[in-house]
């Protein structure tokens, strides 16, 4: 699947998100953008077909979206999904009744919705732990443990995991999978599949698309029977996403790196920014040394993307007053587009995260959590100064 003989070894990350696998040879076309196939039913003879058979099982457009996929995860194969959780739940599929999956307890609310009321009734057991204490991962993997579930960095909080510590123990302790869920970094930040892991896991509704006009996932892998496997899964289970939105994600991925690099840049001076306020008692960025695990991420990664959250003196009522009171940040949920966000995790994105639960992961009335996106930080930081000053 993937193009592996692209400019082997040399191409940098953005020479080859613009052009891994999107030769125009194989259109037998000129255009230098790639062409978005619409048809759903590919032209055959008696004697057999061109590679392309129904639009479920494959289609030109979204092999060139996997090709540049795997291409900037340095990655073998890419298989794409209709949602983030498309990807996941057919991820999930590659395991039977009776395997038992160990999953990060911090994780995204909808993957958690997943494990434990989906999951669970196909006969497979889920447990949940924190691995950023690595001794919680021995002591619940269990024998027919067949798949570690992990997000680095967590969400909103911000925690960092060891990847390579949670697959050595992983991989010590049985045949078990390691997926990551990159969502929150990209493969321009981190990439898992060089600490170890199997699957690398992403929503690329968030940074990878980058507009926030594509719900789309994707599983990245270097086995080969683990490809085919999850590609006869795309099939089989046919949560396949449109070639009008393979068009468009594959469109952004050749500005993953440029884009990148500015939500690394904006979100640390606003949280450096907001160290400093005195209305702000904790925030949380994996790029200031006062994380608590600071030394792993700068191990692990080339940087944080555009996600901060912070705490505040106030409560709950300070908080809906600070949201209503920003003029370019936009009150919504999501994460990873061009445009600045603010939430309220305690009563968006993690309301149906238990209450006693959400205290023991510290998400408070007074923690709000920024997505910085694209635009100019002068006016983000304007924007924060002057909410600042209404609300309190
Ligand atoms: C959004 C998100 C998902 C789910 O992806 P969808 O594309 O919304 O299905 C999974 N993991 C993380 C970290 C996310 O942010």
């Excluded at 052009?19 to 062409?35: E, F, L, N, T």
């Excluded at 038992?100 to 009321?117: K, N, P, V």
């Excluded at 683990?226 to 594959?250: I, T």
Aim: net charge neutral.
């Amino acid at each position: 699947m993937a193009d592996q003989g692209f400019l082997k070894p040399t191409p940098g990350f953005a020479t080859t998100a613009i052009h891994a696998g999107q030769s125009s040879d194989k259109w037998k076309s000129a255009a230098v953008v790639p062409p978005i196939v619409m048809s759903t039913t590919f032209k055959q003879t008696p004697e057999g077909h061109t590679g392309y058979i129904y639009g479920r099982s494959g289609n030109p457009t979204r092999h060139t979206l996997e090709e540049c996929l795997a291409g900037i995860e340095g990655a073998k194969y890419a298989c794409v999904y209709s949602s983030g959780l498309g990807a996941t739940t057919t991820i999930c599929s590659l395991l039977e009744a009776g395997n038992h999956i160990l999953s990060m307890d911090d994780g995204y609310g909808g993957t958690h919705r997943l494990l434990s009321q989906v999951v669970t009734r196909m006969g497979i057991e889920v447990s949940f732990t924190d691995f950023t204490k690595l001794e919680n991962l021995g002591k619940n993997i269990r024998k027919n443990t067949k798949m570690i579930w992990m997000e680095s960095p967590t969400n909103p909080s911000l925690k960092v995991v060891d990847i390579a510590a949670v697959v050595k123990i992983a991989k010590s302790l049985g045949d078990i999978l390691v997926a990551v869920d990159n969502t929150f970094l990209t493969c321009y930040l981190q990439k898992p599949l060089d600490f170890g892991a199997d699957i690398v896991m992403y929503s690329m509704t968030k940074y990878m698309n980058g507009h926030s006009d594509v719900v789309m996932g994707a599983a990245v892998v270097n086995d080969a029977k683990l490809a085919e496997r999850l590609k006869f899964l795309q099939k089989a289970m046919g949560a396949v996403p449109s070639p009008f939105d393979c068009y468009l994600v594959n469109r952004s991925l050749k500005t993953l790196a440029l884009r990148m690099e500015r939500h690394k840049a904006s979100s640390l001076a606003i949280a450096q920014w907001l160290s400093k306020h005195p209305n702000v008692t904790e925030v949380m960025h994996p790029g200031l040394p006062s994380h608590p695990q600071y030394e792993i991420s700068k191990r692990q990664t080339a940087g944080h993307s555009g996600i901060v959250s912070f705490i505040h003196t106030g409560g709950l009522k300070e908080s809906k007053k600070f949201m209503s009171s920003l003029k370019v940040f936009i009150l919504a949920e999501s994460l990873g587009g061009y445009e600045s966000l603010i939430e309220l995790p305690s009563l968006m994105t993690h309301a149906s995260v238990p209450a006693e639960q959400r205290a023991e992961l510290g998400i408070s009335d007074a923690l709000l959590r920024l997505t910085v996106g694209l635009e100019d930080v002068e006016d983000l930081i304007k924007d924060l100064e002057q909410a600042f000053k209404e609300t309190f």
